[in-house]
């Protein structure tokens, strides 16, 4: 079944704002009903295959621009008449539309994403055919330039879906009131007083994105394994995107499926929550031994980055000497350092350890206040899970130090023991709007006193829903308790 996406204008497109989502039936059909009158740009998503291709990296006037389709290649002969001339196209390609007129398909002839629209006249929408595949869909290998191109555009649209859980989690957290920012408002409805349900949109929205981007990693590892050699970095790469989509998703939603062989991908189960987390486990171990330890690129998936995700998902796991040990060897392994708290965002940080902000919406980086960059992961946080962990550990002398440290980069008054209230007020004033507090809020067990009256309820909301359409099409699935 694919996913088919709604968006009122290519704007919300780029900037991933989506007005409603559903999935198609066994014939292929996807059905929308009393939705408002208006025109819709269509997105559909099947595994690896999508009517939206050959994006280009970087928006152009706010919009992302792909190729065209106009048909299918039948015949060579088609293809011989060069009308228009498309190179190195084999029959069963998609023949691309000339925006142009030149008679020559190149980059010129790329338009604003998505192309095909639909309008509501009566509530629903007409009959709309769209045709899904791949830019190449004749060829199942790639040469390595071609699967770094695939890597990063999978990571781009992953880079996009962090920073829509940056700003679920800073409205779960009450750090930000979505209604106060209009661009965010509508997809962010209902989070903020958790009156979310699992037909939510924006529910759905980052399950069904995070699945998608699975998805299509499993693709690319396949075609990795098979047609490129020395692949090792490559596919550790994979390893890692993939293993942070699950982990997000593990965060957030609790009890997930893996999608990762042909039984599971047919009945999805979310029954057996550690299997994933050996799978994750196994996932960032084999990561970690192939990545660099750092590049001048912070977009990349490095070592020690992969070392901060399996950090995390200790602390989920309340393994607090496995954190300490992982931590531990961010800190001390001299690659980054803490920056002055003018510089800490910039793009040259030496403190962030992994960022992808280039395609930041503007939307999102006035919700993180005009800063330029969004991380993944930064040296602070590093430095707060240890002190958490050492804490635990009844290592009250070491998490002071570090603690003392934090403090002394904003002139702070130092302390002679640190408590956890103090580490919790610390994250707060340090993390703030990153996307990792209102994990830390359940696991500190104080959401009920903090969000109680924004209508937090436990255990309930300590997970958010699985969208009940997984539920319904899966009879393994099991919804998360309160739902």
Known sequence: MADVILYRSQEDYTNGVQAYQTMTNDMGVAKFVNIPAESYYIVANLNNKSNILGKSNQPIDGKFTGWYISGVFQTQAEIESRMPDQLNASVGDFRWQDLNSDGVINAEDKGFLPKESATVAD????????????????????????????????????????KQFVVLDASLSNQVVTDTIPALAVSFQGIGNYSFRPNTQIIGNLWNNGYQAITGLNHLEDIASASISN?????????ALRAYAYLQLLTYFGNIPLMQTADQQINPSNRNRNEVLQY???????AATKLPARTTNTNDLTAAAVKGLQARLALLSADYTITRDLTSAIVNGGQYSLSPT??????NSSEIIWDYSSNMPAAIKAFFYGRPTLPYLRLTEVYLMQIEADINLGNIQEATQLFNILLNRRGLPQLTSVSRNDLQARWFAEMNKE??????????????????????????????????????NYSDMIQNPGY
């Open 435 to 472: 996307g990792i507090s209102f994990p830390a809020i359940v696991r500190w067990n104080i959401a009920g006193n903090l969000l109680g009256q924004k209508g937090y309820q436990a255990p309930k909301n300590e997970r958010l829903p699985i969208p009940q359409a997984f539920i319904d």
């Open 123 to 162: 509530g629903s929408l007409a009959s709309v055919e769209i045709l899904i595949g791949l830019e190449k869909n004749t060829v199942p290998t790639m040469t390595e330039g071609e699967l770094k191109t695939a890597i990063n555009n999978i990571a781009v649209n992953i880079a996009l879906w962090h």
């Open 280 to 286: 994750l486990t196994d996932e960032l171990g084999q």
């Open 342 to 347: 003018t510089t800490m965002y910039s793009a």
């Open 231 to 239: 692949s090792e970095t490559l596919l550790a790469q994979i390893k």
